[in-house]
Structure formats: C-alpha cells, structure tokens
C-alpha cells in the first residue's frame, strides 16, 4: 500500500510498515522453486508423496521433502500419516492454503493469455525467439 491509504481510510506510518511487512512475509511463504507448483497441486486434492513427485517434473525427492516441510512449517500444508504398513502419507491444503486457490487461478489464466498472445506475437515476427514455450502443467 503505497499510498497509505486502505480505501478511503488513511493508515499511520506505523501501520504501512506492518503491512508491508506482512505481505513480504506472505510472499516468503509461498515463493520457492516448487512451493506455488506444490500448492497449485494440493488445491486441486490430496495427494501422496509420489503423486506429487510425478505431478511436478524435474523435482527431486530431496527438495520436495524439504519444501513440503516449509509449507507445513508456516501452515500452509497438513500431513497426514496413516498407521498401515506400508506407511501411507497423504499432504493436503489448510484452510489458511484454500484461500490462496482464487489467486491460482487467476495466475492460471494470466498464463494462458499471456503465453498465448506471446506465441502468437512470436510466430508472426520475423527472427522471433521460439525458446518462450508456455506453460503446461499448472
């Protein structure tokens, strides 16, 4: 909020700085190199660990155990282990996380138009650069 002011109400100082603040720490939780592709998939149902191993290419085991940790950590993701043998572990979205499923879908949409209008733009231009592919698997 750079103008200081939540509709027509003027905020103090003080409270811009909270504000920023929390949106940083809003933007921390949720940034990583897989975190919005594991939310994306949560949002749409639960999954197990290796669903969503092969749901989202190129991650490794390793660092898809570590940012499901970080979105448990900070409330975004529940785990839930079942006492079976073999174990069963599925991860699913909180509450806190559901809300989050308008802004998926808008960033889904934006995707779209955007690489679309881009691939287009880039096939009718000479010496375009092919290398922008769209987005497939959001």
Not at 15 to 32: K, V, W
Not at 39 to 49: A, G, N
Not at 118 to 136: V, W, Y
Request: hydrophobic share 35%.
């Amino acid at each position: 909020m750079t103008n200081g002011k939540t509709g027509d109400i003027a905020l103090p100082e003080c409270q811009q700085g909270r504000d920023l603040e929390d949106f940083h720490r809003a933007l921390g939780m949720i940034t990583g190199k897989w975190k919005c592709e594991i939310l994306w998939q949560l949002v749409q149902s639960k999954h197990r660990f290796g669903e969503l191993q092969r749901a989202i290419p190129n991650v490794t085991q390793h660092m898809l155990t570590t940012q499901l940790r970080d979105l448990e950590c900070n409330g975004l993701v529940k785990r839930t282990v079942f006492a079976e043998i073999p174990p069963r572990v599925e991860y699913e979205i909180t509450e806190s996380a559901r809300a989050l499923r308008p802004v998926f879908e808008e960033l889904f949409r934006w995707s779209q138009a955007h690489f679309s209008a881009m691939q287009a733009r880039s096939t009718t231009s000479p010496g375009s650069d092919e290398s922008a592919a769209p987005l497939t698997h959001l």
